[in-house]
């Protein structure tokens, strides 16, 4: 008798871990692949060609959907993902407007997501949400610097007319506390505008030493054209959000000598043998650019593939606790990404904590300008 009871014992086990392996890890993709950001978005989808098609030993599944921008859209593709498709995590939004309506839908669910703009939320009410993009004060400080070691004494700033706008601004201030450098002008546009005229005709009326733009993906070029048009000379920055070279095509020669920061990814061939993630990032661009072309080269594919990657960390945790497309699946897959610990990406290491869920440091930014029509490495 004991030895039939044993016996069924053994083969529930058995059973049981059958049918956790037939489960599927189900990964959901919210991108705006058209829209005003569709140069950027490109990039994020592309990156999903790339991504493992098993993790732990569990097979994966992504389904990625275009938002097209819209934050509606987005939520409406978040619910579904969740009502229909039972995913175990998200991958993306990647903008502030379509990230901030999706968060919240997240963590009712209670189902990851790493979003890949730089966001700013309380960890702590939005406990399953992660972000890959560098803190936006982290990368303005190495603008700010830049300024700093030359001279800078005033600032004219353009940028979205919405929250990335206003962390780039943010950042810019906070950078300039207390040094001789002042924010002259704050001009603001839409991320539909099709032309910035009127706010760069008063920007320049504060006679800038140099101008500070806050826009991203292709928009981000405006007012460099517009700049171009009215002979600026003084020194443009922009930020992280429009390096890639779909901004240098729309810009032209009014983008050159532009100076932006952003992450080691975009040019990993020119980074330094001593730089800790040009290993991952090599590997991870070669194969992108094998797949793509020479010109596809960007940074946005990496926020995708690095979302992967602290996802992909955080399985073997979420195992233990139960089978794909369970609750206990995802408390426990969360709670596997919240430690991760000195993980490699292509933009930097990220060191996860209860406190903070995207754990960059400065080795997750380096400082390029546009020269002869490509980005290239500062020193």
């Known amino acids: 008798m004991i030895g039939r009871i044993a016996g069924v014992l053994v083969t529930t086990v058995i059973l049981g871990s059958a049918q956790a392996a037939w489960a599927d890890i189900t990964i959901g993709g919210i991108l705006s692949i058209t829209g005003p950001t569709a140069a950027q978005g490109v990039g994020y989808k592309n990156a999903f060609d790339l991504m493992p098609k098993e993790m732990a030993g569990q097979k994966v599944n992504y389904i990625v959907r275009d938002d097209g921008g819209d934050p509606a859209v987005a939520v409406s593709i978040a619910r579904k993902m969740i009502d229909e498709d039972h995913v175990d995590a998200f991958i993306g939004p990647a903008t502030n407007p379509t990230l901030a309506a999706v968060m919240p839908v ?11 703009a730089p966001a700013l939320f309380d960890v702590h009410k939005y406990t399953f949400a992660f972000d ?32 990335f706008g206003d962390q780039v601004l943010d950042g810019l201030k906070l950078g300039a506390a207390g040094s001789d450098i002042t924010v002259v002008d704050d001009e603001r546009f839409a991320r539909t505008d099709t032309s910035v005229q009127p706010q760069v005709l008063k920007a320049l009326t504060h006679k800038p030493d140099v101008m500070m733009l806050g826009g991203s993906a292709t928009p981000g070029a405006l007012p460099s054209l517009a700049l171009a048009q009215r002979n600026y000379k003084g020194q443009v920055y922009n930020n992280h ?5 779909a901004y240098i095509q729309v810009g032209g020669q009014a983008v050159e000598g532009v100076i932006a ?3 080691p990814l975009v040019v990993y061939d020119q980074l330094p043998d001593s730089n800790p993630v040009k290993a991952v990032a090599t590997d991870f661009m070669t194969r992108y650019i094998a797949a793509f072309g020479p010109q596809s080269r960007n940074a946005f594919a990496g926020y995708s593939y690095d979302a992967m990657l602290i996802i992909q960390a955080g399985v073997p945790t979420a195992l233990k606790a139960g089978a794909p497309g369970t609750q206990a699946f995802r408390d426990a897959l969360r709670d596997g990404m919240e430690h991760v610990s000195n993980l490699i990406g292509t933009h930097g290491i990220y060191n996860m904590t209860p406190d903070n869920h995207n754990g960059m440091d400065e080795r997750a930014r380096v400082m390029v300008q546009v020269v002869n029509q490509s980005w290239k490495l500062m020193p």
Do not use: R
Not at 141 to 156: E, F, N, Y
């Open 241 to 245: 959000g429009v390096v890639s070279p």
């Open 261 to 263: 920061p952003t992450g």
């Open 106 to 116: 997240a963590q009712e669910a209670h189902v990851p997501v790493v979003v890949m």
């Open 132 to 163: 890959t993009a560098q803190p936006t004060t982290l990368m303005i400080k190495g603008v700010v610097d830049h300024m700093k070691a030359h001279g800078v004494k005033t600032v004219g700033f353009i940028g979205y007319s919405d929250g």
